[in-house]
């Protein structure tokens, strides 16, 4: 049973650290806190839903069409957090959170409150290992998560465009003195996130069930892992998923499902009270 | 009278000493000059003296009361305000009642603005020379003006001392003049002060003794003339050098 | 434009006078609504439910004005909902009693927030509050000995009545009556926001709202004063909580706990106007009724995406609320 615990809760840290890496992505290059993001991931899911269920596309092709339309969507949200003034986090919580409303009732209208589930029948079946059993689904969520983050590590570390957006993360000001266009680089993390957005999504809507209200939590654990990992580490993230997905995991062996929703809920506020700035990130002056 | 006591006072940030071993005393009355090169310290030690700041060593005294790592508000309430480097008035409100903030909270508590606060206010104003704005919303107040509006708050909260944070940066000899007669002013109200002045325009014209750092050290102190001749201060500021010094 | 902004200028009396039209015209339309629509009671029913918004949007503005934007204050709205609901169904407490007892719970939790939230400011702690409504959620949607868990708590007592002498009021007897106990409460609210935002406790508020290092260096500290305006904001978004489990008779975790509740009233607050008095109020008595007889009908699902837009608005366009911009107009 512990084995079982661990292996999920690593497969659901890594599809958090999936989530979480576009909202921190954002956030670290803009200093806008999209507080839409779980509702746009469960849009992207239901992209995904629709085109698998109404025309009867093949589930891997979905994909790229969920990224597509939330690449669409997310570009038009980042002209309206462009007007934003200071101070930029607060009022962009706020907007968002309208923008939120928004999406979650456009989704409500467009595909009623129902839950739905894109059943792909293999995902469900597995391997027998030794001690533990180990769905196909399960092995997905791993592997594209993990893969994604390398290829986003790869971009971030040894590309010359991540290290351009890496400074803008370090300081706006400066990267713009040494003549990194930091509104592109905004854009452009507006566009990688809306990607990861669109990847994790189809994956949310194959593994969980789909209703409007749900990105709600989605967001919670966005939040929860960016604020854990400090801003503009991707280690922190990595291990912030990881950390959550267990916690979870556990709490679910430990007290029962019903009070697994409270797991991130009470990791953002210990963080929040007693280190705002991250784990690894460095401490109040 | 001694007003003010800092006994070994020292703040280390992440390991770098902002501020070390300051010993000095203020006496009731007297306008001290601050000074001292660009990081110096000077306004780690107003952030210290006014509660912004805890100390990492060391004490306060005020009038013979430990005060050390007192908030800002229980300071003030005691009897210490201070204005800042940059204005920072309550921009969405008048400037009367910018000045009733101070007045009202200053010294304990009222419900009400009562009479004698609006009169007091007003008549502050009028030390500082903004009083026909009184009704104008402090953001469209002009730069002196505004700076004007804190120095009134800050006496609207009866301070035994004040602390100016370069309250004459930036000034053309003729606004340096008026605000020479305006630190007089209060003086005579029975206000102690402490300025700091990193361009040395005003406390030179108007301190009875200055209080010299350099690289968060105490290098001197005395009356003015006396200290801008000190070695030690001339080589902070100018960086000179002496043909019996070694060089570095 | 804030109440201090000044008593004399022609720009405030105007202020002044526009905010006192307005109350007047919407106390009159209130007070003879019932009899307007010939006491139709879907139309009292949605006019009631507004009201109760209006309360939980005034109420949220008490915290708006010292500055904090808390996203999760449907927190102290489903705390005061279930310890009424739990007093008076378990223990048969009477609502005038269980109501103000909600209030002070509410007022507890409020407490327990500011503890773990002291140091945060600005979107940190409008994070932190997103988080921390998951907590009474979550016990209550446990505590199944307690609160019977999600299935929720059914036919709870009404609203209390009143009797003065021989002259009795039951105010769950209709439709009618818990309107005007609502309206009531209401007319409370409002008259205590005013008296708090005009008196030197409003100004210190705006002190550490605008400029908290200057407030605190006259001697406002701001932590007592937003714990103050935390505490108050709470107690009265509790007893509104109560008042709403009175009022419908049945309550749920997922309902009074939900994003509605902590949604709506604080877009009524910032779309009408943070810092006004009758802004939110106002926000609510239009909106609302806007929703509910306008778009409801022509989006049964996905109506409420009016709020979403109209806070969009509100934050790009027009920051100081519809009421706070009419306000400087006139």
Known sequence: MWTTALVSGISLGSFYILIALGFALIFGVTRNFNLAHGELVVFAGYVSYWLWKVWAWPFVLTFPAAVLATLLICLGLQRLFARLCEPLELNSIVLSFGMAILIQNTMLFWFSGDYRLIRIPTLSQGLHLPGLYLSYGQVTLLFLSLSMIAILYILMYRTYLGKALRATIQDKEAAAQAGINVAGMGTLAFCLGAILIGLAGPLYGCTHYLYPSTGHQITLLAVTITIFAGVGRLGGIILAGWILGLAESFAVILCGASWREMVAAVLLLTLLAFKPRGILGKGEQ | ?248 | ?330
């Open chain 2, 1 to 248: 009278m001694t007003v003010l006591q800092l006994q070994e006072l020292s703040k280390t940030f992440n390991g770098i000493s902002a501020l070390s071993n300051i010993d000095f005393t203020i006496n009731e009355g007297e306008i001290v000059g601050l000074v001292g090169p660009n990081g110096a310290g000077k306004t780690t030690l107003f952030n210290l003296i006014s509660g912004r700041l805890r100390p990492s060593t060391g004490k306060i005294l005020f009038e013979g009361k430990d005060i050390t790592g007192f908030k800002p508000h229980a300071v003030c309430k005691l009897g210490i305000s201070r204005t800042f480097q940059s204005s920072r008035p309550f921009s969405r409100m008048s400037t009367l009642h910018n000045v009733l903030t101070g007045q009202v909270f200053g010294k304990g508590f009222s419900l009400h603005i009562r009479p004698e606060d609006e009169q007091m206010a007003h008549e502050l104003l009028d030390v500082v020379g903004i009083a026909h704005k009184a009704e104008t919303l402090a953001a469209d107040l002009t730069l002196s003006e505004q700076r004007r509006l804190d120095l009134a708050r800050a006496l609207a909260t009866r301070p035994k001392l004040l602390l100016l944070d370069e309250v004459a940066a930036g000034f053309s000899p003729v606004l340096v003049k008026q605000a020479i007669k305006l630190i007089n002013r209060v003086r005579e109200r029975g206000v102690t002060l402490l300025i700091v002045d990193h361009f040395l325009n005003l406390s030179l014209k108007v301190a009875d003794r200055l209080l010299a750092l350099d690289h968060g050290e105490k290098i001197a102190e005395g009356p003015p003339n006396i200290i801008m001749r000190n070695r030690e201060v001339l080589r902070a500021y100018l960086g000179m050098r002496y043909p019996d010094e070694e060089d570095d």
């Open chain 3, 1 to 330: 434009m804030s109440f201090f902004a000044s008593k004399n200028t022609k720009l405030n009396t105007r202020g002044l006078k526009f905010d006192s039209v307005g109350l007047v015209t919407g106390l009159v339309l209130l007070i003879i609504l019932p009899a307007l629509v010939k006491s139709n009671n879907y139309i009292l029913q949605v006019f009631t439910h507004a009201l109760l918004l209006a309360n939980l949007a005034l109420a949220w503005n008490i915290l708006g004005v010292s500055g904090s934007i808390s996203l999760g204050h449907a927190a102290f709205f489903g705390a005061g909902a279930y310890c009424s609901a739990v007093l008076s169904l378990e223990y048969g407490l009477s609502s005038w009693l269980t109501i103000p007892l909600a209030g002070l719970l509410a007022a507890g939790l409020g407490l327990i927030m500011n503890l773990i939230c002291l140091r945060l400011r600005g979107a940190y702690f409008a994070l932190a509050t997103l988080a921390f409504v998951e907590i009474p959620r979550v016990i209550t949607d446990n505590w199944d000995e307690l609160t019977h868990g999600s299935l929720g708590l059914v036919s709870l007592p009404g609203l209390p009545s009143l009797s003065l002498g021989t002259w009795s009021v039951d105010f769950s007897a209709s439709i009618m009556a818990s309107y005007y106990f609502v309206f009531a409460f209401s007319l409370v609210l409002l008259g205590l926001v005013r008296f708090l935002f005009n008196s030197n406790l409003g100004l210190a508020f705006q002190a550490i709202r605008e400029e908290e290092i200057a407030a605190e260096a006259v001697g406002i500290s701001a932590n007592r004063y937003r714990l103050l305006s935390l505490l108050l904001s709470a107690f009265f978004t509790g007893v509104s909580g109560a008042c709403y489990a009175h009022l419908v008779r049945y309550i749920e975790p997922g309902l009074v706990y939900g994003l509605h509740f902590s949604a709506i009233p604080m877009i009524f607050a910032i779309c009408g106007g943070r810092f006004t008095i009758l802004g939110p109020a106002m926000a609510a008595l239009i909106i609302y009724p806007l929703d509910q007889f306008v778009f409801h009908p022509l989006l049964p699902a996905g109506h409420e995406f009016l709020y979403g837009v109209v806070l969009i608005l509100t934050v790009l366009f027009l920051p100081a609320g519809f009421w706070g911009s009419l306000r400087k107009i006139f």
